[in-house]
């Protein structure tokens, strides 16, 4: 006899939706071995009923108002796909919840803001909490954290979480482009959006390192947690400087349990290039955890598309079916610990400094002195000529132009890289702002 299928309430029919009805019809058989009984979607809900989609809608249900689909008492799990932190998605699946379902969902945004009281309240209700999609698509890290290495204390957590911006960064480095054609590039291929701030700015990273930042350390998920700067700064020559050097440079999200607790945060990053993490190119996204017993593994692969996402969600939909219930978290919600901000200033580690030094006796000297002042230690300084003329030599006109510098400094704290920049500022031996990227162990 066949057992009870597991009946599916989906919400939202977009890119990822219509992806999860598609694998679930895809794979019915397969899953129903893996897993012990028929997955099946039984009621939908989107914007809008009539628009043209590529799925067959005619053996489900229609429900206009996904908080009603999330309460259907013909529903066993609800599945979440419409996104945003904000309603209609966080009220349908608090509605859900409330009724003691279970609720899948790849919304990143509902979770870093709410993640906490809806773990709360899936403990409370005895419903249950899934999120394999929201960080990294199809990368299964969710379950790899809290599930596959839950014997290992985590000392980092870091990867590359927004395809947009390694692709920008990718295209930069290879075709020595810059920022802004590379941007163009991806908007017009469909990797950014048409308002691409908050890839760029490094807040879609931010959202995904808090829930990666709670599983790996037991602390709340909490984007203001985390120091955020995004990649629009960089420039191609920071790329080739970095590349002489032996690195690359790219967007980490960065989770580090340090002496004064855990520090997070998201910036343009030097790694080495012979690093693993380095090789990552174009939208493949990368997650790497530093763990105790297993030392240091990485994960990659593809963050984000229909069906690399809705593999994630029928993972998810897959431990439903199977009974696996687990605080979503890893720990209870009561014992997620709440995480201070910890000030970027007291960060520590080796810094790339991009300086734009004016043509005359004695700058040097002057910018040496004033990284000594601060205890800061070279490990290279790389002076670039401001340019050549066409028959190869000496192009009389950039005589006085300033001169491009570059330095890479021993591990050093940022206070005091900050304040010896300032002074160098002001003591009027530059001609542009420094450019700062912040390099990372690997
Ligand atoms: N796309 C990816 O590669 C990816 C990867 C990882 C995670 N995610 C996450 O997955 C979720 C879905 O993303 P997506 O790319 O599939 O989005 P999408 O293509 O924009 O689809 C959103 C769906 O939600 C429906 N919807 C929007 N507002 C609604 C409302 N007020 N009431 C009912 N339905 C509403 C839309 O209805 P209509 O179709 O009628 O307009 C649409 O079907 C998001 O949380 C996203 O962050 C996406």
């Known amino acids: ?10 919400a939202g029919l977009g890119t990822v939706g219509a992806a999860v009805l598609q694998l679930l019809e ?6 129903i071995a893996r897993c012990g009984r028929p997955i099946e979607v039984v009621a939908v809900s989107a914007r809008d009923r009539a628009k043209g989609r590529d799925i067959d809608l005619r053996k489900v249900r229609w429900v206009g108002d996904p908080v009603v689909l999330a309460a259907d008492p013909g529903i066993d799990v609800f599945v979440e796909l419409i996104g945003g932190e904000g309603n209609p998605a966080k009220t349908a699946v ?19 803001r709410h993640g906490l009281a809806l773990a709360g309240q899936a403990e409370h209700t005895g419903g249950s909490l899934h999120f394999e999609a929201a960080v990294a698509g199809g990368i299964p890290i969710v379950k790899t954290l809290r599930e596959g290495l839950v014997g290992n204390a985590f000392s980092r957590v870091y990867g590359i979480l927004n395809g947009t911006c390694n692709y920008i960064l990718t295209r930069m480095q290879q075709e020595d482009l810059s920022f802004v054609d ?11 959006e048409a308002d691409p701030a908050f890839d760029i700015e490094g807040h879609d990273t931010a959202q995904k390192l808090a829930i990666l930042a709670s599983l790996a350390f037991g602390i709340a998920a909490d984007p203001e947690a985390i120091y955020v ?19 690359r440079v790219k967007l980490l999200g960065v989770a580090v349990k340090t002496e004064q607790g855990i520090e997070q945060r998201v910036h343009p990053t030097m790694v080495p290039k012979t690093s693993a993490i380095a090789q990552v190119m174009g939208v493949t996204n990368a997650i790497a955890i530093d763990a105790e017993a297993v030392h240091e593994i990485m994960l990659q692969g593809p963050g984000a598309g229909g069906m690399a996402t809705a593999s994630a969600v029928v993972s998810d939909l897959g431990d439903v079916a199977r009974g696996l219930r687990m605080p979503p978290f890893g ?21 790339y400094i991009r300086l734009l030094a004016v043509d005359r006796p004695g700058t040097a000297a002057t910018i040496a002195r004033l990284l000594a002042d601060e205890h800061i230690s070279l490990e290279s300084i790389v002076q670039r000529r401001p340019g050549r ?21 021993y591990a050093t704290t940022e206070d005091a890289v900050r304040r010896a920049l300032a002074a160098v500022e002001a003591a009027g031996v530059v001609a542009d702002k420094p450019q700062l990227i912040r390099i990372e162990k690997t």
């Open 1 to 10: 006899m066949m057992p009870l299928p597991l009946k599916v309430g989906l």
């Open 182 to 192: 590379c941007l163009r590039d991806a908007q017009r291929l469909g990797y950014a």
């Open 229 to 247: 700067e995004g990649i629009a700064s960089i420039t191609p020559e920071d790329l080739k400087a970095a590349d002489e050097l032996g690195y």
């Open 26 to 31: 895809r794979q019915h058989d397969a899953l």
């Open 389 to 409: 003329a066409p028959h190869g030599g000496d192009d009389p006109a950039s005589a006085a132009a300033p001169v491009p510098v570059i330095l890479i400094t």
């Open 94 to 112: 608090e509605a859900a919840l409330a009724a003691g379902k279970s609720v899948v969902t790849a919304n990143k945004a509902l979770l870093a």
């Open 331 to 351: 720990s209870p919600a009561a014992r997620l610990a709440k995480s201070g901000k910890l000030p970027m200033q007291r960060h520590e580690g080796g810094y």
